[in-house]
């Protein structure tokens, strides 16, 4: 089935560490977000691309950062300059034309000790 | 982006319809209003979206208003399935390319008692 698939579900790292969370999508959508969920908050957008080898800073870049090599694939490295890692990672995407519906991912809860 | 404003939270009972409002005052001519639902430890999910005209799915029906000032999201029948918080987003510019780039508030926390 198609769909885009977030892993790992849950995730433990050290305070200092970076961590790279996967995001691959089998729907051959252009565009592709990466957004953050603390909680009782809504979403808020970290980065976002458009087309392969491209990408732009959201809301709340600092301390991330991604890489889009293929069209399948849009992974989020938390770095350990990101102050308050600790949250609830959604990855989604959509075909890129404006008005066209978003898919989730199941998410991965970061928890960094 | 436009500023939306909607109920904290809502009660309903299963198998009775449930109207869900949402205020966007400040919606530009073009944006269209989505909406989107999120289970608990979930991604949300697409539930409907619309322009000017009322819209209907298999999920759910949009009315929106006249002025394009408001909007109501109406469940028919509301299951327990439906426990979800529901956002409602104005954006993705009708004209424009804004790729998907859905900004999210905090939604109306929806409860469905048995």
């Known amino acids: 089935d198609g769909g885009i698939t977030q892993s790992p579900k849950y995730l433990f790292r050290k305070e200092g560490q970076n961590v790279t969370l996967s995001c691959e999508q089998n729907?051959?959508?252009?565009?592709m977000y990466w957004y953050r969920q603390d909680p009782g908050q809504g979403l808020r957008l970290i980065y976002y691309s458009q087309i392969v080898n491209d990408f732009q800073k959201g809301d709340i870049a600092e301390g991330y950062s991604v890489s889009r090599e293929k069209k399948e694939s849009f992974p989020l490295t938390v770095t350990s300059a990101q102050k308050n890692p600790t949250a609830f990672y959604l990855c989604a995407s959509s075909r890129g034309h404006q008005n066209t519906e978003a898919f989730f991912g199941q998410g991965t809860r970061l928890t960094v000790v | 982006d436009a500023k939306t404003t909607q109920p904290n939270s809502m009660e309903s009972n299963e198998e009775e319809p449930v109207h869900l409002p949402c205020n966007h005052s400040t919606i530009s001519g073009t944006d269209y209003i989505h909406w989107y639902r999120q289970l608990p430890s979930q991604g949300p999910e697409y539930v409907i979206h619309?322009?000017?005209s009322n819209v209907n799915n298999r999920m759910a029906s949009l009315a929106i208003a006249e002025d394009r000032k408001s909007s109501t999201l109406i469940l028919h029948r509301a299951t327990l399935r439906d426990a979800a918080v529901y956002y409602c987003i104005p954006g993705l510019n009708a004209g424009g390319t804004s790729y998907g780039k859905l900004t999210f508030g905090q939604g109306t926390i929806l409860t469905v008692h048995p």
């Open positions: 619309g322009l000017t």
């Open positions: 729907l051959n959508h252009d565009a």
